[in-house]
Nanobody, 118 residues
Framework: QVQLVQSGGGEVQPGGTPRLSCVAS????????VAWYRQPRGKQRELVAR???????DYADSVKGRFTISGDNAKTTVYLQMNDLKLEDTAVYYC????????????WGQGTQVTVSS
């Protein structure tokens, strides 16, 4: 069992640069693909960024060039650095970890609100 604990976020001005953290409690992210999703109010959850167990990354077109996903060397924390925030980035952001081989090992963080407001 992997418990994901998120931190960061809150209310940010347009152009802000907050960083979200996702900490794996209980075990590391080794052999897990970790992703950040977001869900704007009244809309479906969407993939924002993903880092595979091998370290490759990919991003939604809407955040490419502005957001960066990364992990620490201990593979216990994954970050989402968000730059040049826009109003449309307002959403609840969720961390997700899915095992590379055993897809039923799929875990979610508690969610954190990011509100971009002037």
């Amino acid at each position: 069992q992997v418990q994901l604990v998120q931190s960061g976020g809150g209310e940010v001005q347009p152009g802000g640069t907050p960083r979200l953290s996702c900490v794996a409690s209980g075990r590391s992210f080794s052999n897990y693909n970790v992703a950040w999703y977001r869900q704007p109010r009244g809309k479906q959850r969407e993939l924002v960024a993903r880092i595979t167990a091998a370290g490759s990354t990919d991003y939604a077109d809407s955040v490419k060039g502005r957001f960066t996903i990364s992990g620490d060397n201990a593979k216990t924390t994954v970050y989402l650095q968000m730059n040049d925030l826009k109003l449309e980035d307002t959403a609840v952001y969720y961390c997700n970890a899915r095992h590379s081989w055993f897809s039923e090992r799929n875990y979610w963080g508690q969610g954190t609100q990011v509100t971009v407001s002037s």
